[in-house]
């Protein structure tokens, strides 16, 4: 869907991003993650062209992004902004309006997409006449979001949409967002610098550093085979909690023996992580097993602590050797 | 106080016609300025936003125009537009300009770059961007600017009356060169409430945002066109000829209201300061001036006097003024003052002025050059009893006298001088003098009569056909009243005078102010 290749970009003497090249497959969520600096922003308003690159291509569909005209390229593509940037002199409802009205919608189509957009997005309707400092930053976040959104664009830039909240109303809005359908529809391109973010929204991530790719691939594949010492660093402290909440019990089947016994409390193998089961465990001392189904395979297995904590150590030997 | 109050408002009323049009020509001609300050200011203070190297230059420009002083900027204009609504306009024009430029530039410069960057990002156009986030954004920094530059243009636009633009100031200059205090203020009065008024309401403009400043703004234009249409307000009747006569000159009996009650002279007037009136009448911009009879400009302008044939321009003798106490402080003073009198005549005097006002040479070169060949020239003896204070108006022709006195004293006595010279007109120069700030300046018979003394108008018919009686009755009315002394006359009658081009006068038969108002008469 989206092509880089070669991509260059130098501010004075900073190479900014230097010579990368990724694609991102349809309907992906490719997480563009690195430190502060690192080159992520200065990459995405490349593709829609708000900064133009020293070398390098970007192609959207096959298209060189080059050959179109820049604002009609942007229009089909939503874009969420680093710093939410909503115009000030704007309601909510006409934040919401902008692309709609360059691109001559009736009104009644915008009123009805913006209201659909308000109910996915939890934002109460009475919203719509308020000017933008009149609301919280996760809400502005959301009016941001919806801005993106309302033209249904095939492609979603989005530059940490997330950022600049607490941790609390980050998961929640994280959660609310990775429900949408629009998340698992449109193709995707995510910058965060926060590695918990990536590994929870991304199918892939591209790790940066000082504008070069250091490593793109899925979560496992930065866990288990990190590339080098930078992707080890990078991960660092956090690693255990994130292969805990990537690994599922259907990860863990074949290590896992088998178990005659026969209950009809069981969870979907695929959706029980490590963590989730974990936690089970520690919330309520008195359980000494839970049971799982394996949804392909239509077999039941039921695990305690210590086979939990054994299979994960065989599945992680073999993860790493392959 | 109340009988101040109620003299001031008889005035305004019995004057109302000429006031209420001044005040929409004030405001047409603030407007029309305003406007088209905004159509040129608002896109270079747009053209500077997006090219930041054009910034410094263009606003240090427009920087530099503002600090030039409004009368100075009003002159410049002269040449090149001529006199009237033209050149007042274009002057409060470049008044304008700097707030509406630099505001402009301000407001947009000042967005939040993430704001301008989002409107990118949703693929506004770059017109877009202008009219729908950069001016709606910049609108009340830049509605600021337009308040300024209202409030000045309503302030400098009281001096438009200098070079024949009318506004409020007619008023205000002709009461300040008649000393007549009721006048200034029924010009001063309503310009300053002009200006609050337009600041408030502007700043109300300023305070709505959103879709009522857009509907404002969108009826902003039509009133400014309003306003400035008033300029066109039907300003005099139009004659066969026209007459420029100075703010001074229409409100004095022995001025254009003794042409029309004497000689039932009928042409249309516009009011023009002294400094630009001549030249204007040589250009043919004016036909018919109200000149000094002494003044240099008649000979490098070649303009003839119209006979007074019905005697209304009282004689103006001039002589020293000198404050008593002074007389006895420097006691050498008054036969030092004397060794001029009589020396000067009108044609002298003529001759004098055409070397100053037009010929540009210094008044003090004249003065020397003058008191060489009459034999009166002393060396300076550099003398330390005591300082004299001259004081002079702001012509030509008194800067001469001042000099001429300053080295009669020198050169004669110990005293040392200082001069101060353009005090304005008459009040300011005897006021300066009453207060003790000049110990003496040169004055007219006729002035010291109208526009000091003022008795009744009877009195005034019957002294002023003698210009003995006259200097005899302001010598002993100043000496009653104001402990002044007249010293004696220098000789030359500085009188007001109509004037005509001399080649047209020629050519349409007419000498005297009769014959002008017969021709004008004439279908
Ligand atoms: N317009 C610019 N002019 C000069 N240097 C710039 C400009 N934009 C970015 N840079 C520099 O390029 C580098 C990469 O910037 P970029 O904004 O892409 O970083 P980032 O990865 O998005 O960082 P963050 O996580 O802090 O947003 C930085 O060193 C930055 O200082
Ligand atoms: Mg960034």
């Not at chain 1, 604002?71 to 002199?89: A, T």
């Not at chain 2, 100075?246 to 249309?268: H, V």
């Not at chain 2, 005293?415 to 040169?442: H, R, S, W």
Request: hydrophobic share 45%; net charge positive.
């Amino acid at each position: 869907m989206i092509k880089v290749s070669g991509l260059t970009k130098t501010f004075g003497n900073i190479k900014a991003v230097d010579d990368i090249s990724f694609d991102v497959l349809e309907g992906e969520n490719l997480v563009l993650l690195g430190t502060s600096g690192c080159g992520k922003t200065t990459t995405l308003k490349m593709i829609n062209r708000l900064i133009d690159p020293d070398a390098g291509t970007i192609s959207i569909n096959e298209v060189d992004t080059s050959r179109e005209k820049p604002e009609l390229l942007r229009r089909k593509i939503g874009y969420v902004m680093q710093n939410i940037g909503l115009f000030p002199h704007y309601t909510v409802a006409e934040n919401i309006a902008v692309v709609p009205r360059l691109l001559q919608w009736d009104k009644k189509h915008t009123i009805n997409r913006t209201l659909e957009l308000l109910k996915k997005l939890h934002l109460p309707e009475n919203y719509l006449q308020l000017f933008p400092r009149e609301l919280s930053g996760g809400q502005q976040q959301r009016v941001g979001l919806a801005r993106a959104l309302i033209s249904d664009p095939d492609i979603l830039l989005m530059d940490e949409p997330f950022g600049a909240l607490d941790n609390v109303t980050r998961s929640s809005i994280q959660a609310e967002f990775k429900a949408l359908e629009e998340f698992t529809k449109k193709t995707i391109l995510m910058v965060t610098h926060d590695v918990q973010e990536a590994f929870e929204l991304a199918d892939r991530i591209c790790l940066m550093d000082q504008g070069k790719i250091i490593q793109i691939g899925t979560p496992k594949e930065l866990l288990f085979t990190p590339k080098n010492d930078f992707v080890i660093r990078f991960l660092d402290g956090q690693r255990l909690a994130l292969q805990f909440k990537l690994v599922t019990i259907e990860d863990l089947w074949e290590f896992l023996p088998e178990d005659p016994r026969h209950t009809n409390k069981t969870i979907s193998a695929d959706k029980a992580s490590m963590w989730s089961v974990m936690e089970a465990f520690s919330a309520d001392r008195s359980i000494e097993h839970q049971f799982f189904v394996n949804t392909r395979t239509k077999t039941i297995k039921g695990l305690n602590f210590t086979q939990l904590t054994n299979a994960f150590n065989s599945y992680q030997n073999k993860e790493i050797h392959d | 106080m109340t009988e101040q109050q109620q003299t001031l408002w008889s005035f305004m009323y019995e004057q109302s016609d000429k006031l209420l049009r001044q005040t929409f020509q004030h405001l047409g001609l603030t407007f029309t300025s305003l406007l088209l300050a905004v159509a040129i200011g608002l896109p270079l203070g747009i053209l500077i936003a997006r090219k930041s190297n054009l910034a410094g230059s263009i606003l240090g420009i427009a920087g530099v125009l503002q600090t030039v002083p409004s009368i100075a900027l009003l002159g410049f204009m002269i040449p090149l537009l001529g006199i009237g609504a033209k050149p007042a306009i274009v002057a409060l024009l470049i008044y304008a300009l700097l707030p509406i430029i630099r505001n402009t530039y301000t407001g947009i410069v000042g967005i939040d770059r993430s704001i301008i960057e989002a409107a990118n990002a949703m693929g506004m156009s770059k017109m877009q961007i202008l009219f729908r986030v950069e001016l709606p954004l910049a609108m009340p920094v830049l509605l600021a600017g337009v308040r300024t530059a209202t409030v000045i243009n309503v302030g400098v636009a009281t001096l438009a009356s200098y070079i024949a633009a009318g506004g409020l100031g007619e008023f205000i200059f002709g009461g300040i060169s008649l000393n007549n205090t009721n006048m200034i203020l029924a010009g001063a009065i309503p310009a300053a409430l002009l200006a609050v008024l337009l600041d408030f309401l502007l700043s109300r403009l300023q305070k709505l945002n959103g879709k009522k400043l857009k509907k404002v703004l969108l009826t902003f234009p039509v009133i400014i066109v309003v306003l400035a249409g008033f300029y066109l307000w039907p300003n005099t009747y139009t004659t066969k000829l026209r007459a420029g006569f100075t703010p001074e000159f229409m409100g004095r009996q022995d001025g254009d209201l003794g042409l029309k009650s004497i000689y039932g002279l009928k042409i249309g007037t516009t009011v023009i300061s002294d400094a630009v009136m001549y030249k204007a009448a040589f250009e043919g911009d004016l036909d018919v001036i109200s000149g000094y009879s002494t003044d240099g400009r008649l000979k490098a302008f070649d303009l003839r006097i119209l006979k007074d044939d019905k005697g209304i321009f009282p004689p103006y003798y001039a002589a020293p003024i000198v404050r008593e106490s002074s007389l006895k402080k420097f006691p050498d003073l008054e036969q030092v003052l004397n060794l001029l009198a009589g020396k000067i005549t009108d044609s002298v005097m003529t001759d004098l002025n055409y070397r100053t006002d037009y010929l540009k040479q210094s008044p003090e070169r004249v003065a020397k050059d003058f008191l060489l060949k009459a034999g009166l020239y002393q060396p300076p003896r550099n003398g330390q009893s005591g300082v004299i204070r001259i004081g002079s108006k702001i012509f030509g022709e008194q800067y001469i006298l001042a000099e001429m006195y300053s080295i009669l004293i020198k050169g004669n006595t110990d005293y040392e001088v200082a001069t101060k010279t353009g005090l304005g007109g008459t009040k300011i120069c005897f006021d300066a003098l009453m207060n003790d700030q000049i110990d003496f300046y040169p004055e007219y018979t006729g002035t010291g009569l109208l526009v000091l003394l003022q008795p009744s108008p009877e009195l005034v018919k019957e002294i002023t056909k003698d210009s003995h009686r006259t200097y005899n009755y302001v010598k002993s009315a100043f000496q009653k009243d104001y402990k002044i002394k007249w010293l004696m006359p220098i000789g030359f009658n500085n009188s007001y005078a109509l004037m005509m081009r001399k080649k047209q006068s020629q050519s349409l038969h007419i000498t005297s102010i009769t014959d002008l108002t017969k021709y004008l008469a004439q279908k």
